[in-house]
Nanobody
């Protein structure tokens, strides 16, 4: 089982951009379906984006479609989330998550993952 460590969060003004990274330890990252989720204060954790093992298939929440981009580099054992045109409503702790799926499709539900990072805070100011 891999371990996941996120980085790249911070404070940014509305309209700005950030790139989050999620580095996986272990040898099996390429077999993992991966996802990004976020949790704002007082709210439940919500789906942001998913990506399959090869990076060829992605899915996005309607709230981030067209602004965020998920991609991965299996040679570097790293998952990314590019956040563009940020809004104050994007303020949250962002988590990467994974599950060994082989060719299977990653879930848009948090219950579909068995490995989580510790989270990275993204704060968007007006």
């Amino acid at each position: 089982q891999v371990q996941l460590v996120e980085s790249g969060g911070g404070l940014v003004q509305a309209g700005g951009s950030l790139r989050l990274s999620c580095v996986a330890s272990g040898q099996r990252f390429a077999s993992y379906g991966m996802g990004w989720f976020r949790q704002a204060p007082g709210k439940e954790r919500e789906f942001v984006a998913t990506i399959n093992w090869s990076g060829a298939k992605t899915s996005y929440s309607p709230s981030v479609q067209g602004r965020f981009s998920i991609f991965r580099d299996n040679d570097r054992n790293t998952l990314y989330l590019q956040l563009n045109n940020l809004d104050t409503s994007d303020t949250a702790i962002y988590y990467c998550a994974g599950r060994p799926l082989g060719f299977g499709e990653p879930s848009q539900f948090s219950a579909g993952y068995d490995t989580w990072g510790q989270g990275t805070q993204v704060t968007v100011s007006p």
